[in-house]
């Protein structure tokens, strides 16, 4: 048997395509106005800043005690209380400038106008308290102890230059009061260490700013890249959602089309059958081939609605216990007559197997099977039956005709379909097999083609089986 041509029912392409022309790309999103992407990101960054300032404070309060401890037996207490005194002012500044961003939750024009002056004069502040301790301790404080305290300053620098990268300028200022005061004393106060140290004050305190100038860059442009792509994020899921309410308006228009439709088809047909059994002319071809006509015409309406109806998610399965002895005996007398008129004889297996679907589903996959085989297949014969499979059930609806090429079976269930002749000229608009598989997954089937099946061609809708057991609970 030479291969036989599925037909193709591809819809006719959009004439943009066929003469070539490119199809309109999404509008890009307008990007703002430099001025206002300033503020944005730079209000972002002080929100982050305020976030980690917080976290910094908590450990800076403890190193504050500790300090205060190694000198409260070696230096006098009003000069260290006085010390102690700033610093303490200092984080108090520390902890409320972030907490009231947090309750506030101040817009990006308030941050700018009001938190982030204040947030620099807090880490103003923070650093005269630390470089005031370079002439307040040191000059009690024993070499071991002048070591620490380089640790100290190193750590309250590096740790504003994490919390307070956006401003460099803050940054250089903390970096010039404290390690230049340190510097400068270790200068004028000779020891083992002072010359190596104020040499390491100097280059570590270059290479914070310089750290602080990477991390600005760095930080800046990850944050204008999330704000870009949030914003592009927002317009796409606006635009998504129009063109959403867009297809659904379309597809409600078409489907209260087609219902329409229908009415008068079913009107016409009603009145040509009236007037050919006045006529005593039922037997005639020309009538019997209007008659096919009729129900060709119906049935291709009913696919496009059923069509309509699943892309639009109208259509919502009531699964229940479904027997098929019920559903293929209904099925096959629906169809008789326009099984006849196509020189179809159809034959039924009896089958005592309950699967769990929706009735009407159930019926309206088998129907599309039944009348793709009379429209494709060329044949004379289609066997209908249920088999099991394990857990499931497979309704079968084989014919005897010329069969499905392996090339074309791979696009029998796409709604558009690659465009190749058809010899034989059937109709159809190729929604059938693609609507009864959506139908069926609905309900957590399948509809396939049995690809074994070598004399003609085997369609199967599986469905979940429901035991003898299922059943007796259910009854219970």
């Not at 559903?327 to 169809?335: A, D, N």
């Not at 392996?406 to 097999?433: I, M, R, W």
């Amino acid at each position: 048997m030479a291969s036989p041509i599925w037909p193709s029912r591809m819809a006719e392409p959009d004439e943009r395509l066929a003469s070539g022309a490119r199809p309109a790309m999404m509008p890009q999103v307008s990007a703002p106005t430099d001025p206002a992407e300033h503020v944005r990101v730079r209000a972002a960054e002080s929100r982050i800043e305020f976030a980690v300032a917080g976290a910094f404070t908590i450990l800076i309060a403890g190193t504050l005690a500790y300090v205060h401890l190694l000198f409260v037996d070696i230096m006098p207490p009003a000069r260290l209380w006085t010390w102690t005194s700033l610093f303490i002012a200092a984080i108090a500044a520390m902890v409320a400038v972030p907490l009231a961003v947090l309750v506030r939750r101040p817009d990006d024009a308030e941050i700018m106008a009001i938190w982030s002056p204040a947030g620099k004069v807090v880490a103003i502040l923070f650093d005269v308290a630390v470089a005031s301790s370079v002439w307040l301790l040191l000059p009690y404080a024993s070499e071991p102890l002048r070591l620490l305290m380089v640790v100290f300053y190193a750590a309250c620098v590096s740790g504003q230059v994490i919390s307070t990268a956006e401003s460099l300028g803050t940054i250089t200022f903390g970096v010039v009061s404290i390690f230049g005061s340190a510097a400068l004393f270790f200068v004028m106060a000779p020891g083992p260490y002072s010359a190596g140290l104020a040499v390491f004050l100097v280059a570590f305190g270059a290479l914070m700013i310089g750290v602080a100038a990477t991390l600005k860059v760095a930080i800046r442009s990850a944050i204008a890249a999330r704000l870009s792509a949030e914003a592009i994020s927002g317009d796409l899921a606006a635009a998504l959602a129009a063109a959403t309410e867009a297809r659904q308006a379309k597809t409600r228009f078409i489907a209260a089309a087609t219902h329409d439709l229908r009415q008068p088809l079913q009107a016409a047909a009603l009145f040509f059958n009236r007037i050919a059994d006045r006529q005593s002319a039922t037997g005639d071809t020309a009538v019997v081939n209007a008659r096919l006509a009729f129900a060709e015409a119906a049935g291709l309406l009913e696919q496009l609605l059923e069509h309509l109806r699943l892309d639009g998610g109208m259509i919502r399965p009531e699964v229940q216990f479904t027997a098929l002895d019920a559903i293929i005996p209904r099925v096959c007398s629906e169809v008789a007559e326009i099984a006849v008129v196509s020189g179809f004889r159809i034959e039924q297996m009896g089958s005592r197997l309950v699967v769990a679907a929706d009735p009407a589903l159930l019926v309206r996959i088998v129907r599309n099977l039944l009348h793709n085989a009379m429209r494709h297949s060329r044949g004379s014969r289609i066997l209908v039956g249920g088999r099991r499979r394990g857990d499931r059930v497979r309704i079968y609806v084989v014919d005897d005709g010329r069969g499905i090429s392996t090339a074309l079976a791979a696009n029998l269930f796409d709604e558009v379909k690659p465009d190749c002749a058809d010899p034989v000229g059937q109709s159809g608009v190729g929604l059938g097999l693609p609507s009864s598989r959506r139908m069926a997954e609905l309900m957590g089937g399948s509809v396939e083609l049995d690809p074994a099946w070598r004399h003609g061609a085997a369609f199967y809708c599986e469905l979940p089986l429901v035991r003898q057991s299922d059943r007796a609970d259910r009854h219970c």
